[in-house]
């Protein structure tokens, strides 16, 4: 409950974070909705260590601070649009599949001691961050997923264009582009020449990241390890 209480008070930080980085208007209102439910969740858990008869109090939680900061490298790393919403999803749901894991726990030790009360809060949350990761998977699945695929392909089409020459119209944030285009290098050569920020590399980057992202949302994937879970 220590671990958890921690994390939840991390968490209405960071969703608000977020929601500022979120272009996708729905995305953003998600974001903006769970952390009021967060914020929520830090009550209810109060609420549940005066049931147990405990004062509340926190314990740093590692794999919260972790999420948070891979969470926290994409919005660094990425300029605002439907990638880094795509990005953003995948951080949010893996702190929500994790919140679903440890409120599912919690419910169970609740129950088995005859913690009735303390119980049906622990689920309550529970059904609220899965709630929450159900609505990701959907709103990635219906618009940003394929709204950051076009922007790949954007990215992609221009990229092919601009080789032979320096063009500066990478998606990123952060292009310094040199006289000495990485273009036409191989591999091994780009990785060192990141600095020189062409359109070739974005676009090889953007590719790694649509691929990486659609894990994330897989619907099947969560049920079959809720299921093992007993959730
Ligand atoms: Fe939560
Ligand atoms: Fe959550």
Partial sequence: MKD????????????????????????????????????????KLEHAFGVLGLTPKAKKCAAMDGLLEEANEHIEEY????????????????????????????????????????AMIFE????????????????????????AEEETEDVSGRAKSAAGSNGNGSARSSNNGSEDSAAGEDSSSRTSGREGGDDALAAEESNVNISSMTDGNNREGESETGAAMGY
């Fill in 4 to 43: 958890i209480y921690y994390a939840e008070k991390k968490l209405t930080k960071a969703l608000g974070k977020m929601a500022k980085n979120a272009t996708n208007p729905k995305l953003k209102e998600a974001f903006l909705t769970h952390q009021s439910q967060t914020e929520d969740q830090v009550a």
């Fill in 79 to 118: 300029a605002k649009g439907a990638g880094l919403d795509a990005a953003m999803i995948v951080g949010a749901q893996k702190v929500e599949h994790y919140e679903i894991a440890a409120y599912g726990s919690m419910r169970s030790f609740a129950r088995t001691l005859g913690y009735n009360e303390a």
């Fill in 124 to 147: 309550g949350i529970r059904e609220q961050e899965s709630d929450t990761d159900e609505l990701l998977t959907n709103l990635a699945e219906s618009v940003i997923n394929p709204k």
